[in-house]
């Protein structure tokens, strides 16, 4: 669909400004893992009756209905929970099919804008703590945030990193710039090894060559689907890295690693620890 088509089904369906009433009782339906995390710190967990499968953190929210995946989530399971409010964020991929459906439907959906930034994640939850009136609140979050980021040590020795997006074997990306990724290594003062492209591309041994980073970085989920730092260190190319041959590998779990919400400075020192 053309951009200015979605746009157009954005405006439509998609309300960013107000609020909601202090004191209703809502059904929220949240399809962004970082959303579902924000409202879990502004107190409103018990209105949860509905999160997408990145929706992570707290473990607690495991209890909760799955609506699905960004692309895969589709408007009848959305619709069987009754929600009052829908949110998600420009990044949360609903199609613009699934929108236009459950704003036919008679739902409310709000989109906040999520930027991969310490700025960005600030914004974020303070826009979502006041959409729903809890703004003491939301300025905790965002404090224990601003002090977590403090705690990051500046590299002596910025490393190259690489992300490689793994789903076994047959399913290997690496992050360019512009992406969460590459916004965490930069936020941790590391650089990203590769440039040249945005969004994510197949990784192959020669760009691996030139890459040559010092350290790889995975998701823990997407180690395992490698079976582990041999079957990593088998994929052509790995090996004839610094980062294969010294044997650095790191790994985080996705959520945390890419949500860019209230757990963004532990993120961040969490990466930079295990770099260093």
């Known amino acids: 669909m053309q951009s200015s088509l979605r746009h157009f089904i954005l405006i439509l369906f998609c309300l960013t400004s107000g609020t909601v009433s202090a004191d209703k009782v809502l059904r929220i339906v949240s399809a962004n893992g ?7 710190g502004l107190g409103l967990e018990k209105q949860i009756v509905g999160v997408d499968v990145t929706s992570t953190y707290p473990a607690s929210l495991d209890k909760i209905s799955k609506i699905g995946h960004n692309r895969t989530i589709a408007a009848e399971g959305i619709l069987t929970l009754n929600p009052d409010i829908i949110v998600y964020t420009d990044q949360s991929m609903l199609t613009p099919n699934v929108v236009k459906q459950l704003g036919s439907a008679g739902k409310k959906l709000v989109q906040f804008k999520h930027e991969y930034s310490k700025e960005g994640a600030i914004k974020l939850i303070r826009e979502v703590g006041a959409y729903f009136n809890a703004k003491p609140q939301a300025e905790k979050l965002i404090k224990t945030l601003q002090s977590d980021l403090t705690k990051i040590p500046a590299p002596r020795n910025p490393k190259k990193l690489l992300f490689i997006y793994a789903r076994g074997t047959g399913t290997l990306m690496v992050s360019g710039t512009g992406t969460s990724l590459d916004k965490m290594f930069l936020l941790a003062g590391h650089k990203n090894a590769v440039e040249g492209f945005t969004d994510f591309k197949p990784l192959t041994a020669e760009s691996l060559v030139i890459a040559n980073p010092d350290v790889l970085v995975l998701f823990s989920s997407g180690l395992e689907s490698l079976e582990g730092m041999d079957g990593l260190l088998k994929v052509p190319g790995i090996a004839n890295t610094n980062a294969g041959k010294s ?5 985080m779990d996705g959520q945390l690693l890419t949500g860019f919400g209230p757990r963004l400075g532990k993120a961040a020192l ?3 620890q295990k770099v260093n």
């Open 34 to 40: 970082t959303l579902s995390e924000i409202l879990v």
């Open 270 to 272: 969490e990466l930079s």
């Open 247 to 251: 044997r650095k590998i790191v790994t």
